[in-house]
């Protein structure tokens, strides 16, 4: 008994790294996506295209 109630504490440990684990992952891309829009963004207005 004690065996299983370790298995499913080790089971739900590594369940929960993998969805922290994947909420990073979105979270970078999101960063990422943000900082990209705003470098294209000041590459605009740069070179004068901002004009909306």
Same mark, same amino acid.
């Given at each position: 008994m004690e065996t =299983? %109630? =370790?298995s499913r504490a080790t &089971?739900? =440990?590594i369940e %929960?790294?993998?969805e922290a684990r994947e909420h990073i992952g979105h979270e970078l +891309? %999101? &960063?990422n $996506? %943000?900082? +990209?829009r705003e470098r294209? +963004? @000041?590459t $605009?207005? @740069?070179a004068g295209?901002? $004009?909306s």
């Open positions: =299983l %109630r =370790l &089971y739900q =440990l %929960r790294a993998i +891309e %999101r &960063y $996506d %943000r900082r +990209e294209t +963004e @000041s $605009d207005v @740069s295209r901002g $004009d």
